[in-house]
């Protein structure tokens, strides 16, 4: 063989092993990337190790992901300098990408090019190639979302990636790397519009994610525990916050994170045990967290929230502006002086001076951070008011802002009665509340909902009391815009759920399309009540079915998302109806909802005194009622000594004396002066606020005359007929003047518990004795009645008859569930097909039509009671279905008394009183007919009207009988023509 020949086969063969070399080398760096990118930073860190520092390929690609990876490698070692002369030095686009990527989080000049590059990498990097039209559409939307984000348009940086996620998700690649990256950023989103519960539910899915690929102790699912704690921390949830918190702790801790991380989570667990009263456990995270260093080249703002509040907490706000001022200067220096970062910070100091009853420096503080999301703002005098929001400004920090700026300088008012400062509190008052609609409009679900009415009370405190002040200046128009904050601050998920049914039937908008975003509500509603009945069966629970639940409830609110920004596009007066703020003023209650002899009183519960509205026919007035530290205790006694059955056995003398003691006295603090110059009213309709809603007003006493015995008590019902309302928009809302269509004018059921112990209270699953009599007898009373018993009254039969029903009337078991609301439920007999529990959730889907549900259950009113929305109860949810009225018990009923009220009811109903009339009639009965012992309040207070009080409506005369009617005066018509003309002839 030729010299040379032997040379090129040489060549050849070292040319082809070093391409074979190489693309091993490249398939190697590849997968040690792909573990980088799924975060395994670790395993692809070694891997990294394991590469020659030169290797000489063709590929720009896998040499930038290789100096990427060296970079992290060195990076990780503290060998900074080193790691960035990794960086590649040419022009290449890649080097330009990654370089401003490694550099900052919040650079986003790398994007074209990064951008351009993208879509070819996912199909060589995950090796996907069956469908790229998926991951075109993908990259496409990824890209505008980042446009929007450089163009600050956070709602269309929102819109976009939402839009790519839910391409990926019915691609079936919802465990996608990509996917992964994405649930974070939407989570972050979704933090920063205050949209919390759905910030949890992207990390949650993030979390799941990254557990279909690794272990649980994997630092992607620390990270998202540690996100979803910081968010339930926001929310005030602070026993869930804590439990995050220390499911993260044992993943930071394998991964020796660094000090400043390690001490934002110790604060946070001191913060949350603290809030949660442990304070030994509070005070030994403190230590954890104080015994390390503060980082100072890292951002300080995590730091600071949980020092902060620690520090609050403990009085020591020195201490606390000390951290802040230093955190507050880094970010001045690190992201400029208008930076939203730095606004936050700017009213965490507000927060400070307002614990120290600062109000100027907490004011101004407050006014520096309003000049960032303001620009305009130029003055800085504390008086000076912000120019209008706007629908994009939903932030939760420029809310706090603007209501803790009103608060303090209200505050300063109050302490130099300067008017100057009164007039700007109210104008950022009314600012707040301009912003807080828009909140409720854009958020989507019923948890962010909640928040925001939870967040949104020391406004309505503030300007109640700012209307307080202004009664001498038009006492009209400030009683006006009372009841007006009063109405907006209440049931605002109930009056949206009345609006949307009320908001289909007078709009031209497609059913398919309604009845396709409530299913989807439906279905959501469903999967959260399916996750929660998992996760409460603790270590039993199935995870595969909870992830699998948890995918699904994403997938399903992210096309609801779509459908309400499509319903909102094409159709925006149903949309704007569907969610008006607009609430009824005195001039609706006057007119349409009480009489010559009814009163209204609307209340308000704040931290220093009780508002309250009165409405008549005659007048309207404004009250105010100091809060001190004996008020607090009555309120929260008074329900507690009516239930507390052992002392009544027990002790009745002691029992007796506490009672007539407390029921007096809250009489005279509240109702004394509420009732004063109302000598015509006959009725009263309350809507309660806060622990009010916990309160029996019937049982209150007007004197303490009587008192030997409870059968001649001054009780407040003897006086007045008693009903409530959630609100009085809630109240008009619900209430209709058509009869409802109904087959059944009465459907009642009596499940039996046979075989199980006997007891004497509708509280525990036993035997009810008395049950079965008190719906027989109630169905006795109706000539259009079904009632079902024993087996027959299971929950199947109930969800196929209720729709058709004008009257529902349960008499069984309930259970409330004050962790898990939409888990309290109604107890039925059970059969093959269904189980035997109906759930709240399961009441929201119902179609109810019933003008009135009487849910003669124990606690059928009772359950987690929640600012602005009152008690999440199983009342609640017949109202939010529909039911305009519902009779309901706010603790364990007595079988016995139970079924007397509810027959004395509806034997009043029979006789057309009104149902407020009706009820308080019946217990004006029982009270005079019981033995002196069976008189106490315990067992007949607890039963509530709430809702439309009007007469039932038990018209005889049936379609049918009227048409017969019709028909015999038609035909004697008739004979008398043919007689008259007879007669003529």
């Known amino acids: ?18 391409i074979c070399l190489a693309q091993l ?9 792909t573990l980088f990118e799924t975060e395994n930073y670790p395993d692809a860190l070694k891997m990294a190790v394991d590469f020659p520092d030169s290797i000489m390929l ?3 690609t896998v040499k930038l992901k290789l100096a990427i990876l060296k970079y992290y490698d060195y990076r990780a070692k503290n060998k900074g300098k080193r790691a960035r002369s990794l960086l590649p030095q040419s022009s290449d686009p890649w080097k330009e990408a990654f370089h401003d990527k490694l550099q900052s989080i919040y650079s986003f000049t790398y994007l074209n090019a990064y951008i351009s590059l993208r879509y070819e990498e996912l199909l060589t990097h995950y090796a996907i190639k069956e469908n790229p039209s998926v991951y075109e559409q993908f990259i496409v939307l990824k890209a505008k979302a980042v446009k929007a984000k450089v163009n600050n348009d956070i709602a269309a940086e929102k819109k976009y990636r939402e839009a790519a996620i839910n391409i990926m998700l019915q691609s079936g690649l919802e465990n996608h790397p990509e996917v992964t990256l994405e649930l974070r950023t939407l989570g972050n989103l979704a933090r920063v519009y205050s949209d919390f519960e759905q910030a949890i539910n992207y990390f949650t899915q993030e979390k799941q994610n990254y557990l279909s690929y690794y272990d649980s102790t994997h630092l992607g699912v620390g990270v998202c525990e540690y996100n979803i704690a910081s968010i339930h921390y926001s929310q005030l949830n602070y026993q869930k916050s804590a439990d995050h918190f220390l499911r993260a702790l044992p993943i930071f801790k394998k991964y020796d994170l660094s000090a400043t991380h390690m001490r934002h989570l110790y604060e946070g667990l001191g913060d949350m045990h603290f809030e949660l009263n442990n304070h030994d456990k509070a005070a030994f995270y403190w230590g954890e967290a104080n015994a390390l260093t503060t980082a100072k080249s890292t951002d300080l703002f995590d730091i600071t929230k949980y020092i902060s509040d620690s520090l609050v907490n403990q009085n020591n706000i020195a201490a606390a502006l000390h951290i802040f001022d230093d955190a507050l200067n880094f970010r001045k220096k690190q992201y400029g002086h208008t930076h939203p970062l ?26 520096r951070a309003l000049q960032i999301y303001f620009p305009a703002l130029k003055d800085t005098a504390i008086i000076s008011v912000p120019s209008e929001v706007y629908e994009n400004m939903t932030d939760a920090f420029l809310f706090e802002s603007l209501v803790g700026k009103a608060r303090n300088l209200f505050s300063i008012y109050r302490l130099n009665d300067n008017i100057k400062y009164l007039k700007s509190a109210k104008l950022h008052c009314d600012l707040a509340l301009d912003l807080l609609s828009f909140a409720r409009v854009s958020k989507r679900s019923d948890g962010s909902q909640l928040f925001w009415s939870q967040i949104a009370h020391p406004l309505f405190e503030t300007r109640l009391a700012i209307c307080e002040k202004q009664l001498s200046v038009d006492s009209i128009a400030a009683v006006e815009r009372a009841f007006n904050l009063m109405e907006s601050s209440k049931g605002f998920l109930l009056r949206s759920a009345l609006l949307g049914a009320k908001a289909f039937e007078i709009l031209d908008i497609p059913a398919q399309l309604i009845e396709q975003e409530a299913n989807l509500r439906s279905d959501i509603i469903t999967y959260s009540a399916k996750i929660d009945n998992e996760e409460k069966r603790c270590e039993a629970a199935n995870q595969q079915y909870i992830n699998a639940w948890k995918q699904e409830a994403l997938r399903l609110r992210s096309r609801h998302g779509e459908l309400v920004q499509q319903i909102r596009d094409e159709y925006p007066k149903y949309y704007d109806l569907k969610f008006a703020s607009e609430v009824k003023n005195i001039t609706d209650v006057r007119q349409k909802l009480i009489g010559n002899h009814d009163l209204f009183i609307s209340t308000f519960i704040g931290t220093e005194s009780i508002y309250a509205v009165t409405i008549s026919k005659e007048k309207f007035d404004f009250h105010k009622i100091k809060i001190d530290q004996d008020l607090i205790k ?74 030997e015995s409870y059968n001649t008590m001054d009780f407040l019902v003897n006086t007045y007929d008693i009903s409530y309302a959630p609100s009085a928009t809630v109240l008009l809302q619900g209430m209709t003047t058509d009869q ?42 109706f000539n259009n009645a079904q009632a079902l018993f ?4 299971n929950k199947r039969n109930f969800q196929k008859l209720a729709p058709n029903a004008s ?42 039509t019933a003008e009135l549900a009487v849910l003669s259950a124990c606690n059928s009113g009772s359950g987690t009671l929640r600012a602005g929305e009152g008690v999440m109860s199983l009342a609640r949810a017949f109202q939010y279905s529909g039911c305009p009225s519902t009779l309901f018990t706010l603790w364990s009923v007595d079988d016995q008394s139970s079924a007397e009220l509810v027959e004395g009811f509806f034997a009043n109903i029979k006789l057309k009183l009104t149902k407020n009339s009706a009820l308080s009639e019946a217990k004006r009965q029982y009270i005079a007919n019981a033995d002196p012992a069976s008189a106490h309040p315990y067992f007949w207070a607890g039963y509530i009207l709430m809702g439309d009080a009007r007469v039932v409506q038990l018209s005889a005369q049936s379609n049918n009988t009227v048409l017969f009617s019709g028909i015999v005066i038609a035909l004697l018509f008739i004979f008398h023509r043919i007689f008259r003309t007879k007669s003529k002839l």
């Not at 063989?1 to 070093?18: H, K």
């Not at 007891?759 to 009810?768: C, K």
């Not at 529990?837 to 889907?845: C, K, Q, T």
């Open 1 to 18: 063989m030729p010299w040379y020949r032997t040379i090129l086969s040489i060549s050849v063969f070292c040319f082809c092993s070093s």
């Open 634 to 707: 009555a309120l929260d006694s008074f329900p507690k000594i009516i239930k507390d059955v052992n002392s009544l056995l027990h002790y009745p003398a002691v029992s007796k004396k506490h009672y007539c003691r407390l029921a007096h006295y809250l009489y005279k603090k509240i109702f004394d002066r509420l009732l004063v110059g109302h000598v015509h009213a006959k009725s009263l309709l309350i809507s309660p606020d806060g622990i009010l809603n916990l309160i029996p007003f019937e049982a209150l006493l007007l004197s303490l005359e009587g008192i």
């Open 25 to 33: 080398i490249a398939d190697q760096i590849n997968k040690a990337y």
């Open 790 to 793: 024993g087996p027959r009254a």
């Open 342 to 367: 730095t606004a936050e910070c700017e009213a965490y100091i507000a927060r400070a001076h307002d614990k120290s009853n600062n109000y100027f420096l907490a004011a101004k503080a407050y006014h």
């Open 58 to 60: 063709a590929d720009k």
């Open 740 to 781: 409802p269509k109904s087959k059944y004018k009465y459907l009642g059921m009596a499940p039996s518990y046979g075989g199980l112990s006997e007891v004497t209270q509708r509280n525990t699953v036993g035997q009810l004795h008395l049950n079965d009599i008190e719906v027989k007898r109630v169905a006795k009373k």
């Open 807 to 848: 009257i529902v009337h349960l008499a069984a078991h309930a259970s409330v569930d004050d962790e898990r609301p939409l888990l309290s439920h109604i107890l039925f007999n059970s059969d093959e097909d269904t189980s035997s529990r109906l759930s709240v959730y399961e009441i929201y889907n119902m179609p109810l």
